[in-house]
T-cell receptor, first 115, second 115 residues
Framework: DAGVTQSPTHLIKTRGQHVTLRCSPISGHKSVSWYQQVLGQGPQFIFQYYEKEERGRGNFPDRFSARQFPNYSSELNVNALLLGDSALYLC??????????????FGAGSRLTVL | AQSVTQLGSHVSVSEGALVLLRCNYSSSVPPYLFWYVQYPNQGLQLLLKYTSAATLVKGINGFEAEFKKSETSFHLTKPSAHMSDAAEYFCAVSKVPGGSYIPTFGRGTSLIVHP
């Protein structure tokens, strides 16, 4: 079975630009979460989507937005990029959102560099 | 609010030596606790999880962790380190009263294994 797939794997943008990151969850998983991992730190929660609805939002500015499609894939959008947005963006899927014991399965991430 | 603290950003051991990675949690309710491992240029992979069953949890690759409520700790151990264990390790807590069970990750501990 395919794992969580993310695209693109690497990208370079300049300040002020917009970026879209994509994620396909494991087949049968209905929940997708996005995390930002700055070098040397742990993943920070950005969004959680379940059944195409936003179910959780972390402490990130409105420049960050996301959506989930009927096939449960997801996009993370970041507008007006800042240097501080440079990070590894991780997508994780899980079967549902109702249990804290749910295991997140992570993709390999999209490495964003903002110049 | 829930949180985890990982003591030591780097831990260095010799191959064959005991591995001990420390994690202390803060949670107002009995937590769910996780250890994830991240190899270079990869996403996070679950090592083990505690969900209020046995306090000693065995995971993959010979790792185990013990939940100690009195010490609010969930330290990760492995009796004998292998070169392939070199990676970044993250402790996470997931349980909020009436919340959405979104995991909160620690800053991570980099395990270095010397030959």
């Amino acid at each position: 079975d395919a794992g969580v797939t993310q695209s693109p794997t690497h990208l370079i943008k300049t300040r002020g630009q917009h970026v879209t990151l994509r994620c396909s969850p494991i087949s049968g998983h209905k929940s997708v979460s996005w995390y930002q991992q700055v070098l040397g730190q742990g993943p920070q929660f950005i969004f959680q989507y379940y059944e195409k609805e936003e179910r959780g939002r972390g402490n990130f500015p409105d420049r960050f937005s996301a959506r989930q499609f009927p096939n449960y894939s997801s996009e993370l959008n970041v507008n007006a990029l800042l240097l501080g947005d440079s990070a590894l963006y991780l997508c994780a899927s899980s079967r549902d959102r109702a249990s804290g014991a749910n295991v997140l399965t992570f993709g390999a991430g999209s490495r964003l560099t903002v110049l | 609010a829930q949180s985890v603290t990982q003591l030591g950003s780097h831990v260095s051991v010799s191959e064959g030596a005991l591995v001990l990675l420390r994690c202390n949690y803060s949670s107002s309710v009995p937590p769910y606790l996780f250890w994830y491992v991240q190899y270079p240029n990869q996403g996070l992979q679950l090592l083990l999880k505690y969900t209020s069953a046995a306090t000693l949890v065995k995971g993959i690759n010979g790792f185990e962790a013990e939940f100690k409520k009195s010490e609010t700790s969930f330290h990760l151990t492995k009796p004998s380190a292998h070169m392939s264990d070199a990676a970044e390790y993250f402790c996470a807590v997931s349980k909020v009263p009436g919340g959405s069970y979104i995991p909160t990750f620690g800053r991570g501990t980099s395990l270095i294994v010397h030959p």
